[in-house]
C-alpha cells in the first residue's frame, strides 16, 4: 500500500465502541498517511458525517447508542455508494451476503488480519475503471456462460441481479466454492435492459437449496476485471443505473 499525500485528502471514519480496537485501525492506515477519526458509535459517527465527509467508514455492527447497520443505511440513504464502508465484527449474527446487499463493500471478522483489511481499503480507493481494467487478470479457475432475456424478467424469477460490485447468479452450488475464479459471460437477449458482459469474477459467497431465507440457490461474485472490448460501455451503463447493493442478495 502506497503512501498518500496530504492533498489527497484521503479520510477514514472509523467506528468501534471498543477504544483498543480504534487505535489499533487508526494506528494501521495513519502510518500511511491517511486521516482517520474515530467515533465509539453509530449515533456518534452520524453527527461527524452531518459535518465532515470521508471516503472509507470501517465500522463494528454491535455498539450501543446506534449500531453498525442502523449507520449504514443512514449513510446508504444519503448516497447509494459513497463513502465505502467495511463492517469488523466479532458476531456471525449478521452474514457477509446480508451486509453486501445492504450496500457495504466488505466484512472483516474480529480478528482480523490487518494485511488484508489494508488490501480491501486499498481497492475501495481506486474507481471501477482502475479496479476492472486490469491489463494482468489471474488464471481463472472455472468459466460459466449465462444467456438471459429481459433484466427485469430474470430479477423477478430470481435468475440473476446485479451490484456496484457484482452479480447474484442462480447457478448449481456444488459447482462452485468460495475464492474460485471465474471467466463469466453474459449475454442479454434485450440488450438494452442490461449490456453485454464478460469478465473475471470471484465467488464471494455461496448459497445452497433449501436455505433459512427461502432465497433461490446460487453464488454471489466480485468482479475483479472487465474484457477490454467491453468495458467501456458496461462502465456507462453500471454509471447511469446506480444500485445500492454492492452483491445483491438475490
Known amino acids: 500500500?502506497?503512501?498518500?499525500?496530504?492533498?489527497?485528502?484521503?479520510?477514514?471514519?472509523?467506528?468501534?465502541?471498543?477504544?483498543d480496537i480504534q487505535e489499533i485501525i487508526?494506528?494501521?492506515?495513519?502510518?500511511?498517511?491517511?486521516d482517520v477519526t474515530t467515533a465509539s458509535s453509530g449515533n456518534e459517527a452520524q453527527a461527524i458525517l452531518e459535518n465532515d465527509s470521508f471516503d472509507v467508514i470501517i465500522s463494528d455492527v454491535r455498539m450501543p447508542d446506534g449500531s453498525g447497520i442502523d449507520l449504514l443505511k443512514w449513510?446508504?440513504?444519503?448516497?447509494?455508494?459513497?463513502?465505502?464502508?467495511?463492517?469488523?465484527t466479532g458476531y456471525s449474527d449478521h452474514t457477509i451476503p446480508e451486509v453486501l446487499d445492504l450496500g457495504a463493500e466488505g466484512l472483516f471478522a474480529k480478528p482480523f488480519e490487518a494485511s488484508e483489511m489494508r488490501e480491501n481499503i486499498k481497492k475501495a480507493f481506486l474507481?471501477?475503471?482502475?479496479r476492472w481494467t486490469n491489463l494482468n487478470p489471474p488464471v481463472a479457475d472455472k468459466a460459466l456462460k449465462k444467456s438471459y432475456?429481459?433484466?427485469?424478467?430474470?430479477?423477478?424469477?430470481?435468475?440473476f441481479n446485479y451490484g456496484r460490485g457484482g452479480f447474484f447468479?442462480?447457478?448449481d452450488p456444488k459447482n462452485f466454492a468460495i475464492g474460485d475464479l471465474v471467466d463469466v459471460e453474459l449475454d442479454f437477449s434485450d440488450q438494452g435492459s442490461f449490456p453485454h458482459f464478460k469478465g473475471l469474477v470471484e465467488v464471494i459467497?455461496?448459497?445452497?437449496?433449501?436455505?433459512?431465507?427461502?432465497?433461490?440457490e446460487g453464488i454471489g461474485v466480485?468482479?475483479?476485471s472487465v474484457d477490454r472490448g467491453v468495458v467501456k460501455d458496461y462502465l456507462q451503463w453500471v454509471e447511469t443505473h446506480p444500485v445500492k447493493s454492492y452483491i445483491p442478495i438475490a
Open 222 to 224: 466480485e468482479i475483479r
Open 149 to 159: 432475456s429481459n433484466l427485469e424478467k430474470v430479477k423477478e424469477n430470481g435468475e
Open 75 to 88: 449513510v446508504r440513504n444519503r448516497s447509494l455508494s459513497e463513502p465505502k464502508f467495511f463492517f469488523i
Open 169 to 171: 447468479i442462480k447457478e
Open 127 to 130: 474507481t471501477q475503471k482502475e
Open 26 to 34: 487508526k494506528d494501521l492506515f495513519e502510518v500511511f498517511g491517511f
Open 205 to 216: 459467497w455461496v448459497r445452497p437449496p433449501g436455505n433459512s431465507q427461502d432465497l433461490s
Open 1 to 19: 500500500m502506497t503512501k498518500v499525500t496530504s492533498n489527497e485528502k484521503s479520510k477514514i471514519l472509523v467506528v468501534d465502541d471498543e477504544v
